[in-house]
Structure formats: C-alpha cells, structure tokens
C-alpha cells in the first residue's frame, strides 16, 4: 500500500512569493492534515481538510490556505512568503471513521526555503 | 489551549542503558500517539494509546499512559545505536482534530 506522497520534495521562494505544496493521501483516507516543523517552534498543526471541506485550522494567518480534491487530495497555499515560513511542511493522511482513533500517517514532507 | 511537554528535551545515553521520556499534558485527552523522526525525515508512528493504563511494547521501547496523571511515557531498555532519533508524543484532543506535539526529545545513543 503507498503510503502520503507530497511534491515537491524541496522548494526555493523569495519573499512576497507564493508557493504551492501537493499532497496525495494514502488510498481510502479522507482527511488530510497539514503540519508545519519550523526550526524552534516544533511541530504545529496548520490545517486539517476532509470530504473537499475545511474542518480546522491552527493559529496561522489567512495567507496559509489550501483546499482539497474530489480524490482527497491537497494543496497547500502560502501567499506573500516570508523569510520566516521556512520550514519543513508535512502533510499527514488519516481515515476518521475507519477506527476508534485517528491515527495519522505522514508523509515525506516538503522543504520550503524562503531567502 | 492544550499544552503538551516532553522532557528531557536532549538525552545523550551509553548504549546497554536504559532511560525513560516523560510527556505531560494540560486537558483531559484519552488519545496519545508516540512518533519517531530521524533526521531530514519524516514521522514515523510508534504507538498509538487509548485509554488509561494503556502499555504497548515494540522491541526494546514500552509506552505508557496515565489519564488521571495526564502522563505518558517512552521506556526505552538496554539501548542501542538504531534508536537515535527524535522522539515525539503527540495529543488528540477530540479525536478529528490536528495533533497537538511536544517539542521532541532529540536523544543520541553512543557505543
């Protein structure tokens, strides 16, 4: 079974910017969620998609946005970048009513670099 | 707002030792979740806990969580070189939500 895949692997912008990150969940999961591991600020969830609907979102500005797609899945917009989004993006896939829990599988995750 | 804190941060450990990496947490929660990260890499899921006395054991690491305490903890047993990694717990508040993590316990295992 694949499991998340996200492009691209890495991704160069300028400040002012906007950047794209994809993410392909693992077959049969229908939410997505978006994670953002900034150097000393750890692991802080930024979105959480699932049936093409936003369900939540962390403490990130509106210039962090994205949208999901009739297959599950995602995009992850950043708009006007700066020097401070740099930072590993991960993107993590779970199926909500497929167990009592919700445990989430990650991908590789997209590095964004924002000089 | 949920807080969740690990500790140590940093442990630095002699192989054939054993050590122990605490995670509290600040609200009530009856979903925890232990994540590996090697560097450059991405989580990879540990354990997934459920209710309170919850023990899992995957080779030389066991996982434990109290819900009264709001507690878990990572045991790690006469450790060896493979597990240098980060290692993370993480909180799911109402079991949709996005994970609410620790900061990471970065620990390295010497010869």
């Known amino acids: 079974e694949a499991g998340v895949t996200q492009s691209p692997t890495h991704l160069i912008k300028t400040r002012g910017q906007q950047a794209t990150l994809r993410c392909s969940p693992i077959?049969?999961?229908?939410?997505v969620y978006w994670y953002q591991q900034a150097l000393g600020l750890g692991l802080q969830f930024l979105l959480w998609?699932?049936?093409?609907?936003?369900?939540n979102r962390g403490n990130f500005p509106p210039r962090f946005s994205g949208r999901q797609f009739p297959n599950y899945s995602s995009e992850l917009n950043v708009n006007a970048l700066e020097l401070e989004d740099s930072a590993l993006y991960l993107c993590?896939?779970?199926?909500?009513?497929?167990?009592?829990?919700?445990?989430?599988?990650f991908g590789p995750g997209t590095r964004l670099t924002v000089l | 707002e949920l807080k969740v804190e690990q500790n140590p941060l940093f442990l630095s450990m002699q192989e054939g030792k054993n050590y122990t990496i605490y995670c509290n947490y600040s609200?009530?929660?009856?979903?925890l979740y232990w994540y590996r990260q090697d560097p450059g890499k991405s989580l990879e899921s540990l354990f997934v806990?459920?209710?309170?006395?919850a023990v899992k054991q995957e080779g030389r690491l066991m996982a434990s969580l109290d819900t009264k305490a709001r507690l878990s903890t990572l045991h790690i047993t006469a450790a060896v070189h493979d597990l240098s990694a980060t290692y993370f717990c993480a909180v799911d508040m109402s079991g949709s939500d996005g994970l609410t993590f620790g900061k990471g316990t970065h620990l390295i295992i010497q010869p």
């Open positions: 993590a896939s779970s199926h909500p009513w497929e167990s009592s829990y919700n445990e989430q599988f």
């Open positions: 998609y699932d049936e093409g609907e936003e369900r």
């Open positions: 806990l459920l209710s309170n006395g």
């Open positions: 609200t009530t929660s009856d979903r």
């Open positions: 077959s049969g999961h229908t939410s």
